[in-house]
């Protein structure tokens, strides 16, 4: 099968397009054949091996899973004897987290690993980012700052993959919604729901007086002590784009501040916490209030393409990888 395969980190040139051998399903996995997989920002730093921290889990000093990729979408070619859970022929949908492996033809999963069946009315290419930005984000709102009706949330980088679901899904939260983004994404993000939208490109959000229950800073652009004077009393200043400022400003924000920093990894809790979130979200997703944008389609083979698209810095919502 054909595979995008990254054997060092490095720039784009690093992505290759390679055969490999088809995967075969063990007696609790499934054997998928892609129709989509997303590609992330997330995916251009692990390419590149960056934060270094990062490397404690994806590789010290060249990847431990070559093939990169981690959410996908497609349908079920055949199951292991002891699955019951899914058969040939479902649409499934899902991410394989650390294990990486959907910039390909085929991937295996285990049947408890992060997966359920594809909602008839979205398409394989927005189930493939499900468990990117909306994922990371639900996690964020309803349990790191734990939001709730009536209060106000800052979502910086509303224009992401992170973003545009955030919007959302704090609407649906029944939040109070201010997003930042360039001025090209203005109306899209007042389009997804958002009460207010500044354009940073003309308004420092950090100077206009206002005060924010949270402020989710989706691109890690932003820190705890610049937005510090935009949090309510008690408000949290949360981030996906872990920095030792920030894990300092989380130290020291425990302890000694009412305002809090606050980080987690959405993609290294337990399996089981994140299939209920992504249930949530498959509920949303056929009630038709929750949308995934999609801003560009790339064939397999265009992968690197993908992520130099992405490292430019303008990418709108979510890009996928056809098979």
Request: hydrophobic residues 40%.
């Amino acid at each position: 099968m054909k595979a995008i395969v990254c054997t060092q980190y490095g720039s784009t040139d690093v992505l290759q397009v390679q055969e490999v051998d088809k995967p075969t399903p063990k007696e609790n996995e499934i054997l998928i054949k892609i129709s989509a997989s997303s590609i992330t920002t997330a995916d251009t730093m692990m390419r590149r091996g960056t934060p270094l921290y990062g490397r404690l889990f994806i590789g010290l000093t060249k990847p431990k899973h070559p093939i990169t990729g981690t959410g996908f979408a497609g349908v079920i070619e055949s199951v292991g004897k002891a699955v019951t859970l899914f058969k040939e022929g479902d649409e499934v949908f899902g991410e394989t987290t650390l294990g990486f492996g959907t910039n390909a033809e085929y991937v295996c999963i285990a049947e408890d690993g992060l997966l359920t069946k594809k909602p008839s009315n979205i398409t394989f290419e927005e189930a493939a980012t499900v468990c990117d930005g909306a994922l990371t984000s639900l996690n964020f709102l309803q349990n790191i700052a734990k939001i709730q009706r009536g209060q106000s949330i800052l979502i910086n980088g509303a224009s992401g993959s992170l973003g545009t679901s955030a919007v959302q899904l704090a609407k649906q939260f029944g939040v109070i919604v201010t997003g930042v983004c360039s001025s090209s994404n203005v109306e899209m993000v007042k389009a997804l729901g958002a009460d207010e939208v500044i354009d940073h490109t003309k308004t420092d959000f950090t100077k206009n007086g206002k005060t924010y229950d949270v402020v989710f800073d989706t691109i890690g652009k932003s820190s705890f002590s610049y937005c510090k004077k935009s949090l309510s009393e008690n408000g949290l200043y949360i981030s996906p784009v872990l920095s030792i400022s920030l894990l300092f400003q989380m130290l020291w924000t425990s302890k000694m501040s009412r305002k809090k920093a606050l980080f987690s990894a959405t993609g290294l809790l337990p399996i089981p916490e994140l299939s209920i979130m992504l249930r949530k979200l498959k509920e949303l997703l056929e009630a038709n209030k929750l949308s995934m944008l999609i801003d560009k389609k790339y064939n397999l083979e265009q992968v690197a393409e993908a992520h130099k698209y992405i490292d430019t810095g303008r990418k709108k919502g979510n890009v996928v990888a056809i098979c």
